[in-house]
């Protein structure tokens, strides 16, 4: 979050104060040991048994194949945000072009130690599961975002608790510590789109995956549609004007840009000889790749 001159002593004595929020967290969650940090390929062996690797494979390859005669367009997200009693709430929807299991997995991948929306760049990650339980894990997730204002850096500690299902494709985080936000929470859930269901399936109107690879005769490319409802409220004096316009307008660009990135990397899924390029407006430049000098 950004930080401006002159509260820098208010926001280090803030930082070191308990909350009331903190004191709602799941008392299952804190009970549990932190002492164990999780091993990013064991936790990516551990998601693999909730995907089928070889249909995500099949459907990688319908993507690319269907890139090559039809490009796929990635809509802006839908974005409403509504403000009351000082609480911003944003409501997002957006949809891209790749499956909803490495939606997910992009979003939830252990090796980048956390999930997308805390951006923008970030440092000294770190990542410990307090529970699991099949395919629902809780996690403790801290990180230290750089914020540059009026051409200075500030590094920010942030942590959050994660309880994801990674069968259900959905997911809640709320803060633990933040500094300057009262509130800090949030849900998001990845969800199918059948996208050739009416050409391939005619009449039938699949309900599951299973369905539609049934009536597409295993052709149709199954797109994702990602719902996300995030709410935040800054500490008195950040929640009074112009400091909360300052704060939520900036909470609401960097989560923009964390979307804007879940889009490349579907263009770079479906076209894996192209590189992608995003300007200061979020416009998205495709490049190809240059190939490497023929020796003589």
């Not at 969650?29 to 390929?41: A, G």
């Not at 050739?196 to 009536?215: A, F, G, Q, T, V």
């Not at 990397?265 to 407006?281: A, E, H, L, Y």
Request: glycine share 6%; with cysteine; hydrophobic share 30%.
């Amino acid at each position: 979050m950004g930080i401006f001159a002159g509260f820098g002593s208010w926001i280090s004595q803030n930082n070191e104060q308990p909350r009331k929020a903190e004191a709602n967290r799941s008392e299952n969650v804190e009970s549990k040991s932190e002492s164990e940090i999780d091993n990013d390929n064991n936790e990516h062996d551990k998601m693999k048994k909730y995907y089928d690797e070889d249909e995500m494979k099949i459907q990688d390859q319908l993507w690319i194949d269907g890139e090559k005669k039809h490009r796929w367009h990635d809509h802006p997200p839908k974005v409403k945000v509504t403000t009351k009693k000082g609480l911003c709430h944003m409501k997002i929807e957006l949809t891209l072009g790749f499956q909803p299991d490495k939606v997910f997995g992009l979003i939830t991948d252990p090796s980048s130690k956390g999930s997308f929306f805390l951006d923008p760049p970030l440092g000294g990650k770190s990542r410990k599961v307090l529970m699991e339980d099949g395919p629902r894990q809780i996690a403790k997730v801290g990180k230290t975002v750089e914020w540059k204002f009026l051409g200075r850096s500030f590094a920010i500690p942030i942590s959050v608790i994660v309880d994801e299902n990674r069968k259900e494709l959905t997911a809640k985080y709320k803060k633990k510590r933040m500094v300057l936000m009262k509130v800090f929470k949030g849900s998001y859930k990845v969800e199918p789109l059948y996208v050739d269901s009416e050409r391939l399936c005619k009449n039938i109107e699949p309900k599951s995956p299973e369905e539609y690879k049934r009536c597409s005769c295993g052709k149709g490319r199954i797109a994702s549609k990602v719902t996300i409802n995030q709410y935040f409220q800054p500490y008195p004096p950040f929640n009074l004007p112009p400091l909360s316009w300052y704060i939520c307008s900036v909470t609401i660009k960097n989560t923009k840009t964390a979307l804007k990135t879940l889009q490349t990397w579907g263009i770079s899924i479906r076209n894996p000889g192209v590189t992608t390029s995003t300007d200061k407006d979020g416009n998205v430049t495709r490049h190809a790749k240059k190939k490497g000098k023929q020796q003589r």
